[in-house]
């Protein structure tokens, strides 16, 4: 799955241009999931009866022909909710903090775009350039950028690529000094995908998972060396 987030300060008009991102990358035939992330938490008054379910459980979840969905009464971390995202792309609104995908930036000058972290920005929306970044109004032109050089760490932050975190490798990744097959995580000997979608693995838990296995099977008449393949429905 590739990623974009669009970032700026409250009533930039982030939400109108995640909106029109999502219409033009579905018009590039990918499937699309738009998230937000918000400060002040999210009212109910679409749905009353949801609004009176929070007030008396922990957790609410909904279903119907329609569509479903799970409401937490506490914020959760956008990588437990990734494993639910099925589709080709993730647009995020907000997210200032993340460094794990790569961002748009909505600055009308450069002082704003330096604090909106422009090292992981791709591109500026708006009229004002900003030293290194293109700035543009082009919707469909951005949403063509996004659907080559969108991308999506897995946020493990484990140090694996000789970076500090994810973010630093996210940097790297937009400046063109690496590319997200550096991120160990996701590249290392153990491969493990659920649902079809890869499943990231820290280095000690790849070590942990690959001699345990080696280990049992080693137990097994029949077992040698060479590659080991393990296929689970």
């Known amino acids: 799955m590739r990623a974009i987030a669009v970032v700026g ?17 579905k018009k590039l035939g990918r499937s699309v999931t738009l998230a937000k992330h918000s400060h002040h938490g999210f009212d109910d008054r679409a749905d009353a009866d949801t609004a009176r379910f929070r ?18 009464p506490a914020e959760r971390p956008l990588t437990d909710l990734l494993p639910l995202v099925t589709t080709d792309f993730l647009v ?20 704003t775009a330096r604090e909106l972290g422009p090292e992981l920005a791709l591109a500026v929306y708006g009229d004002a350039a900003v030293e290194g970044l293109m700035a543009t109004r082009d919707v469909a032109g951005l949403a063509r950028i996004a659907a080559n050089e969108g991308f999506l760490l897995p946020g493990l932050d484990c140090g694996a690529c000789g970076r500090e975190n994810c973010r630093g490798l996210a940097a790297d990744i937009v400046a ?58």
């Open 9 to 25: 300060f409250k009533k930039s008009g982030k939400t109108t241009l995640a909106l029109e991102l999502a219409r033009e990358l």
């Open 55 to 72: 007030e008396r459980a922990d957790m609410v979840l909904g279903f119907s022909p329609g569509g479903s969905f799970v409401s937490w």
């Open 92 to 111: 995020l609104e907000g997210g200032k903090s993340l460094g794990i995908m790569p961002r748009i930036l909505i600055a009308p000058d450069e002082a």
């Open 176 to 233: 063109g000094d690496a590319t997200v097959e550096d991120c160990k995580a996701l590249a290392g000997e153990v491969r493990i995908s659920v649902g079809g979608r890869p499943l990231p693995l820290n280095p000690f838990v790849e070590r942990f998972l690959k001699s345990g296995i080696r280990g049992m099977l080693a137990e097994l008449k029949g077992f040698g060396p060479g590659p080991v393949d393990i296929h689970l429905d």
